[in-house]
């Protein structure tokens, strides 16, 4: 009876190679090297070559580790917004309930992927550094939120009761940066308490915008000087 026989050291490489290398192959690959070796790779070449690529393949997509690291957090964006939409019932939502179920999927994300997320955010001393990276989440976050309000002002007819977009979608940028400082910080059993955080903020956020934002504004006071305290 035949042997079956055992691949190559060269034959794999060989055959790692054929693979076709994408973005999300680099990506992958490149929060595995983070996880396993706990710092992040400092030679495009070497990363490359370590995970059977060139750097040609690698520059199809990124220009540097940088713009791969915030390639990932556009990737979390996008994959969010893919997963929302998903949901057959997504295109009767209105605009509170579709950030609300953005910001749900969004977390999701974070949670599943953890190890790393804390380790991008956590990297360097210098809280500036760690924010870089989330330069083109920003911009996706912001064009998300005016879309919304947006399709609000739409709605009224009266120019004086329309809101300024800018101020809205920065609005939401900031209310992005405390959720996500939240839960990292929580420890609460599945993250409960962030999913709570997210309900009260985007409410919160979208009365500002409305005629009686003080009652949301004030409910989710409450709820931080609550969890503050305890």
């Known amino acids: 009876m035949a042997t079956k026989k055992t691949p190559t050291t060269s034959t794999k490489k060989k055959t790692d190679k054929t693979k076709a290398i994408t973005k999300d192959t680099i990506i992958s690959a490149y929060m595995e090297y983070v996880l396993i070796n706990e710092k992040t790779p400092k030679s495009i070449y070497k990363f490359a070559k370590e995970h059977g690529m060139t750097e040609a393949d690698f520059y199809k997509f990124f220009g540097s580790f940088e713009s791969l ?76 939120a005016a879309g919304l309000i947006e399709q609000k002002n739409e709605e009224k007819s009266f120019k004086i009761l329309k809101q300024p977009v800018s101020v809205f979608s920065e609005g939401a940028w900031l209310q ?46 409450k709820f931080l000087w609550k969890e503050k305290m305890n």
């Open 69 to 144: 690291q915030q390639g990932i957090w556009t990737a979390f964006f996008d994959n969010a917004m893919k997963l929302g939409q998903k949901n057959p019932e997504y295109a009767t939502f209105n605009n509170q309930e579709k950030m609300l179920t953005f910001f749900f999927v969004f977390f999701e994300l974070l949670t599943a992927n953890r190890s790393y997320v804390m380790f991008a955010l956590k990297e360097h001393g210098d809280m500036m550094k760690n924010l870089s990276q989330l330069k083109s989440l920003r911009s996706h976050i912001k064009e998300f």
């Open 176 to 221: 992005t940066l405390f959720i996500i400082k939240y839960w990292m910080e929580d420890t609460s059993a599945s993250f409960e308490k962030t999913d709570v955080v997210i309900e009260k903020s985007v409410r919160a956020i979208f009365d500002v915008f409305e005629t009686s934002p003080l009652e949301s504004v004030l409910d989710f006071g």
